[in-house]
């Protein structure tokens, strides 16, 4: 693990004081709950990227519905969920 870095940016205040009775509510400080949400946003941003580039191999290699077959198949899904 590499060291902790410090940085700064802008935020509203309304969120600062969310984000403090959070921190308080468990008993944690800012610090720890900036580092979970910025961890959870990465991976997040992570497996998005990893999903688009999978949809665009499945693209290359021919591997796509077509526009009538996904109506059929949320139509089936619609009807299954009533």
């Known amino acids: 693990m590499s060291s902790p ?3 700064s940016f ?3 205040s309304e969120k600062v004081a969310q984000l403090d009775a959070i921190a ?8 720890y709950l900036l580092n ?16 688009v580039k999978e949809g665009r191999a ?3 290699n021919g591997r796509t519905l077509s526009h009538e077959e996904v109506e059929r198949r949320v139509g ?5 969920g009533q």
């Open 58 to 60: 499945d693209i290359r």
């Open 24 to 31: 308080k509510a468990m008993d944690r400080d800012r610090s």
């Open 36 to 51: 979970e949400a910025v961890a959870s946003y990465l991976d997040e941003q992570q497996r998005f990227a990893a999903m």
């Open 5 to 7: 870095r410090t940085i």
């Open 10 to 12: 802008r935020i509203a």
């Open 76 to 80: 089936e899904w619609e009807r299954a």
